[in-house]
Structure formats: structure tokens, C-alpha cells
T-cell receptor
């Protein structure tokens, strides 16, 4: 069965600093990987996805993630944090032929002025 | 898109009572999903429909839970004889088919229905 592990339930950064949210996956076959974001009082929305094309994936709001098979990782980064990035971020995995997502526990990103 | 809507947004009930949640997906989306989220956890898959057919159910979906999507549009999730452990946010999501009808991985979530069982 596939799964994802997000390291750190909370990450705090200063405005303008690098954002790095970590996600490691476990899968016996090549996975499809996703990052979702949940802003306060809103539904989850897709930030970006990896589906076996380019290993560096760019998403909305300046976020990007790199699929590294050797490290079984799919970390989310943004060069410069903005106050509006404060939200909870979820990594998720799916497999070819499946139609469901398995989510990690989430990482709350806190951005201070 | 008008978005995925869920009703009610909040429900407080006493242990042993039945509750029903409704989800209206985005109109052209043929797949509809139910997830459950508890504090400190990510969304956990419960079940999903393609049109009116319920194609997959999680082992989390005990026999007290039942979901329907009778006409392939809105869906209901009923919990019978609620227990305190059922307290959670129940999330509904919908998605459109990808190329050749495949899974795109892009789910559009509603804001959720929060259940509190006293």
C-alpha cells in the first residue's frame, strides 16, 4: 500500500525566507504525488502534481516541488514566503489505475512578519 | 464553477442519534468522494462514486455508515447510531475525468461538515 510521511506538523518562517515542507513517500511502484493547500475556513485545493513527466513541478503561487526517486521524496519549496502563504499543506499519493488519494497528516506553515 | 457545497456545515448530536450530510458536487464532475478528517490528521478516504455507482469503500466505513448518490448528482452520507469517535470533519470532493476517463488527482473539496457527538 502507498503512503506519505510529512516531517514536521508545524513549520515557522519569516516573511521573505525560504519555505521547505518535507514529504517522503512509500510505494512499491512509481507513484503520482500531489501537494494540496488548505487556507483557513476554505476547502483543500490542488497546489501542484507530479505524474511521471518532469521531475521538477511548478505550481500556483510560486511553489514548486521536485520528485527524487533515490530519496523517495517530494519536498515543497518556495523561495520567498509571503504572509498569505500561511495555511496547512498536505502531501498526497496515488498510483496508476487507482482513483483515490492517500494524504499525509499535514504541515501547518506559519509566517511571521 | 459554483464549487462543491456541503450541508450542514456544523452538526451537534447526541450519541446514538442518526445524522445525514449532503454534498452537491460541481455539476460536470462525474466522480464524488467522501473523506473524514480528525484533528491532527490528514483527510482519510471513506468512499467514492463514479456517477451513481459506488466503486470503492474504505474499511473505515463501518456498517453504521452508508453513502448514496442516487441520480449521479448530489450525494448523502448517513451515520446511524453515532458514537463519540465519529466526531470529525466530513469532507466531500468531486473531480472530472481525465484523458481517456482516467484519474487526474485533482479533487475539488467543499468546506466540510463538522460533526460533534456528545
Amino acid at each position: 500500500a502507498q503512503s506519505v510521511t510529512q516531517l514536521g506538523s508545524h513549520v515557522s518562517v519569516s516573511e521573505g525566507a525560504l519555505v521547505l515542507l518535507r514529504c517522503n513517500y512509500s510505494s512499491s511502484v512509481p507513484p503520482y504525488l500531489f501537494w494540496y493547500v488548505q487556507y483557513p475556513n476554505q476547502g483543500l485545493q490542488l497546489l501542484l502534481k507530479y505524474t511521471s513527466a518532469a521531475t521538477l513541478v511548478k505550481g500556483i503561487n510560486g511553489f514548486e516541488a521536485e520528485f527524487k526517486k533515490s530519496e523517495t521524496s517530494f519536498h515543497l519549496t518556495k523561495p520567498s514566503a509571503h504572509m498569505s502563504d500561511a495555511a496547512e499543506y498536505f502531501c498526497a499519493v496515488s498510483l496508476s489505475g487507482y482513483s483515490t488519494l492517500t494524504f499525509g497528516k499535514g504541515t501547518m506553515l506559519l509566517v511571521s512578519p | 464553477d459554483t464549487g462543491v457545497s456541503q450541508d450542514p456545515r456544523h452538526k451537534i448530536t447526541k450519541r446514538g442519534q442518526n445524522v445525514t450530510f449532503r454534498c452537491d458536487p460541481i455539476s460536470e464532475h462525474n466522480r464524488l468522494y467522501w473523506y473524514r478528517q480528525t484533528l491532527g490528521q490528514g483527510p482519510e478516504f471513506l468512499t467514492y462514486f463514479q456517477n451513481e455507482a459506488q466503486l470503492e469503500k474504505s474499511r473505515l466505513l463501518s456498517d453504521r455508515f452508508s453513502a448514496e448518490r442516487p441520480k449521479g448528482s448530489f450525494s448523502t452520507l448517513e451515520i446511524q447510531r453515532t458514537e463519540q469517535g465519529d466526531s470529525a470533519m466530513y469532507l466531500c470532493a468531486s473531480s472530472r475525468p481525465g484523458l481517456a476517463g482516467g484519474f487526474t488527482g485533482e479533487l475539488f473539496f467543499g468546506e466540510g461538515s463538522r460533526l460533534t457527538v456528545l
